[in-house]
């Protein structure tokens, strides 16, 4: 039950959705099997909400996007991955509060 | 609004405390935490919780125990508490978002997956270290990975991962293994498993790189050390309990789990405690919801027996 303003990344729209945007991108790595997952979605879903506009935020299936998962070498989930200019510029792995997610976005607004 | 009891935590422990509570007609509030349906969200099977003749998923089992429980009332809200304050009466609970006031407190925060305490293990995290084989082991198919620990946790992940993995070698610094006879069986029975045994962790490489190529394993008689070539480390060495919101006002055994006696009391009237967080000998779910109902009856009798003043406030 994704939030409206959660896009959904894959393979095919990595590059145009989060590489080539210029501001922040926060892309959540996450599988239907992934219990940790689950309950870290609803807080992705609230910083859609509090970031609206000023960062970029959606979700990548690990399952169905594995050149994507494979490239940025992501063996573990759930992992957030804050891009910006293209890059990764910071991460969080495994369940975190809302807060202190927060606290890593705000250093690149 | 004074509450008749807040549940802090929603493990085994917790939703059954809530659902005793909920009962008794007490509307209970469970915070439910960080780490919400506590452990048994991060096993597969669970084949000795009585009841289930064919085993049952961790993560259903949880989803059933916290349906029953909102069945009879239970309040149940995604949050996690900063502070408590347990010297008065009312005691208080504070999350980010809000303040609860209640009579008496069920603490079932559990105990959460030890780390090494290496910096490599923190750098690499996420990338090749994890604390969750149900989590990750889906990334290291056709790769050789260790496990590190001895108790059944550990021949549990070992187990586990050989369905994804070539070689999954189990590194214990002891000679010889804690985990229960069944479970040590099983894992010497699976070709897949190796053995490093008085073999401490050093070091995990490479951070340079961003990825896990190797351990570095120092022999505990010898001092020898090793390099073991693996893509993937998965620690199960144990766990610490979440009594930090408590320090202070709660007494605690030198490894920071909450004391209880005559049942699920402690040393703070009207507070209880159930679980993990007040039990390192047996740490199964149905010890923690069997604790789970003690504290819960506890609290209800703690309740009947305040000054009717204090009842009803």
Redesign the interface.
């Known amino acids: 039950m994704a939030a409206e303003n959660v896009q959904t990344f894959t393979d095919g729209n990595f590059e145009a959705s989060v590489l080539k945007v210029g501001g922040p991108v926060l892309v959540d790595f996450w ?1 239907e ?5 689950k ?1 870290l979605a ?1 807080t992705v879903d609230a910083l859609a909400l509090d970031y609206g506009g000023k960062v970029t935020i959606g979700k990548l299936n ?1 399952d169905e996007n594995p050149y994507t998962t494979v490239k940025f ?7 957030l991955l804050l891009f910006k200019g293209g890059l990764v510029v910071d ?1 969080v ?7 202190d997610i927060k606290k890593v976005i705000d250093k690149y607004l | 609004m004074i509450r008749n009891v807040i549940i802090i935590g929603s493990g085994p422990a917790g939703l059954t405390a809530a659902l005793y509570t909920a009962r008794a007609n007490m509307q209970p509030l469970v915070i439910e935490g960080l780490e919400a349906g506590g452990q048994l969200m991060l096993t597969t099977l669970v084949e000795n919780y009585p009841g289930y003749r064919e085993g049952i998923m961790g993560p259903d089992l949880i989803a059933d125990m916290r349906v029953q429980a909102e069945k009879f009332g239970a309040e149940i809200i995604q949050s996690q508490v900063t502070a408590v304050e347990l010297c008065a009466l009312p005691l208080v609970v504070r999350t980010a978002e809000a303040e609860f006031r209640a009579r008496t407190v069920i603490i079932a925060t559990g105990a959460s997956a030890r780390l090494l305490g290496l910096p490599s293990e923190r750098t690499l995290m996420g990338h090749g270290v994890s604390t969750c084989a149900t989590c990750d082991g889906y990334f290291f198919r056709g790769q050789e990975i260790a496990v590190v620990g001895g108790g059944d946790s550990a021949m549990e992940e070992a187990l586990f991962l050989t369905k994804f993995a070539t070689k999954v070698t189990v590194v214990h610094r002891r000679g010889t293994l804690r985990a229960s006879k069944i479970m040590q069986d099983k894992a010497r029975a699976n070709a897949k498993i190796e053995w490093r045994l008085n073999a401490e962790v050093d070091q995990i490489n490479d951070t340079t790189a961003g990825e896990v190529t190797s351990m570095m394993l120092r022999d505990v008689n010898t001092g020898a050390r090793t390099e073991l070539p693996v893509s993937g480390v998965f620690v199960a060495i144990g766990h610490t309990p979440n009594t930090s919101l408590f320090h202070g006002q709660i007494e605690m055994d030198a490894n920071g789990y909450l004391l209880t006696h005559d049942g699920a009391k402690t040393s703070v009237p009207g507070v209880f405690a159930c679980g993990d967080v007040q039990d390192h000998v047996y740490r199964q779910a149905i010890t923690a919801a069997g604790t789970g109902c003690m504290a819960a009856l506890d609290a209800e009798r703690y309740l009947d027996g305040l000054p009717e003043h204090l009842q009803t406030a």
């Open positions: 599988a099997w992934c219990g940790p997952c309950r609803p690990v070498n992501v063996r573990g989930i759930p992992a991460q792995v495994g369940l975190m509060p809302k807060e």
